[in-house]
């Protein structure tokens, strides 16, 4: 169970407004929201109250609820129709969880009572004074329960998941959500001029609006956006497909996204398995021998979806040290986030890969990742690309800016020093521990 308080993160939301306004003497052109995708909360259409906590996209109850669906012969569709996968991280399953659980919030979201939304239609129902019930793309595609060639609410997907069509907010363009912020809310009106999930604003802060343009998020798990341009992509195994942007003008870009399950993650527990501290670790010297790690304590992501967790050491002998399997553990990092960029095609004729995130400043990680995938990195010099992203597209929708910006900012390149044969040897090691990590009984 995870879950947060709504009205923590409505007062959150206006008292960062409030110390913005403060800080630039109240003159706010506009007003741009980028949140957390999948997770949702329900509301009362009269009063504003909240009836359910903000459920998070990390709650897992709805595994039951995904099982029972998956049976069902209409699940087939849900990939097709979707992109996605049948899962309780996005809102739909979770949603039918919690009517399962609470037969008089079905009632009552069957009466018309209620309302459902994304945490930034949430933010937004309440910045314009209950007028406007709305939310965009990038967020709406998270719940399992729209189109991604439409980008519209689908009839057969409220049916499977027990969705009643009143529930919903309106699907407007991300730079367009039409509506203000009420002053008697916020004390001045401003439009609400964007409206982007956190990975899409952060491909857009990263500058990544063109096809075969990718994006690298390091945080506590590893996100790879692959920008694939106007078109609904049809995705590989293991990848998701999802829209990054709907604009009013030049209307969708699609993505297809690939996530790795472990990166602060992982580092966070090497001291307590006797290896060094993440500050001292270091990519591996590839030319001496080495031990090959598999740090999984969050099972693997893209494309493997094995969700055992799970440490395993190959290659170790009695002269390895703490530092050595603290090396293996980043290069075993970076192998991960590699088998996501090769689930997503992304190659040495990709553009750019441009890297943010907390994580963008372990030098040992950026030049693992560099030699084991061949690609040189670009380093964001400012790593909050999705607080840029969002406040970029509403600036740009308020016509503040003239057309589309370089909003990345590189601060270095990190080029591979590892040569072709050396990289081939070290993905099949790789590769070979990954067939015995999985091998192992749970």
């Excluded at 709305?134 to 609410?153: H, I």
């Amino acid at each position: 169970m995870v879950e947060h308080d709504p009205d923590e993160l409505l007062d959150g939301a206006r008292e960062a407004i409030t110390e913005v306004v403060t800080g630039v003497g109240g003159a706010v052109a506009g007003i741009g929201i980028a949140n957390q995708t999948e997770s949702f909360v329900l509301w009362e259409r009269d009063t504003g109250r909240a009836v359910s906590p903000v459920v998070s996209w990390q709650d897992k109850r709805a595994g039951e609820v995904c099982t029972a669906i998956g049976r069902r012969p209409e699940a087939a569709t849900i990939t097709a129709t979707t992109g996605l996968a049948l899962d309780p991280t996005f809102s739909a399953p979770k949603l039918a969880w919690l009517f399962a659980a609470d037969p008089p919030l079905r009632e009552r979201a069957e009466a018309g009572e209620l309302l459902f939304g994304d945490v930034a239609a949430w933010l937004a129902w309440h910045l314009c004074g209950g007028a406007a019930h709305v939310t965009e793309p990038s967020n709406a595609c998270r719940s399992l329960l729209v189109d991604l060639e439409t980008l519209r609410w689908d009839a057969g997907l409220l049916d499977l998941f027990g969705v009643p069509a009143a529930l919903l907010p309106e699907i407007r363009p991300s730079d367009d959500p039409g509506i203000h912020a009420a002053g008697a809310v916020i004390g001045f009106e401003a439009p609400l001029a964007a409206m982007l999930g956190d990975q899409s604003a952060s491909l857009y802060g990263q500058g990544c609006t063109s096809p075969r343009m990718a994006a690298l998020t390091l945080g506590t798990g590893a996100f790879v956006w692959l920008n694939v341009g106007s078109q609904r992509p049809e995705p590989p195994p293991g990848v998701l497909a999802t829209v990054a942007w709907d604009r009013r003008a030049s209307g969708s870009t699609y993505a297809l996204e690939a996530f790795c399950a472990n990166a602060g993650n992982a580092f966070s527990m090497l001291p307590a398995l006797g290896f060094a501290t993440v500050g001292a670790s270091r990519a591996p010297k590839w030319s001496r021998p080495h031990p090959v790690v598999v740090p999984a304590p969050a099972g693997l992501g893209t494309p493997h979806w094995y969700g055992v967790d799970r440490i395993t050491v190959l290659g170790a002998s009695s002269t390895t040290t703490a530092a050595d399997l603290a090396a293996a553990a980043v290069a075993g990092v970076a192998h991960q986030i590699v088998d996501a960029l090769d689930a997503v095609d992304l190659d040495s004729s990709a553009d750019v890969l441009r890297v943010g995130g907390g994580l963008a400043a372990h030098d040992g990680l950026l030049q693992a990742l560099a030699d084991l995938s061949g690609l040189t990195l670009e380093i964001a010099a400012d790593q909050e690309a999705t607080a840029r992203g969002v406040a970029a597209l509403a600036a740009d929708a308020i016509g503040l800016l003239d057309s589309e910006i370089a909003v990345h900012a590189v601060a270095r390149r990190v080029a591979p020093r590892l040569d072709e044969g050396g990289r081939a040897r070290e993905r099949s090691r790789w590769e070979d521990a990954l067939e015995v990590h999985v091998r192992q009984r749970a």
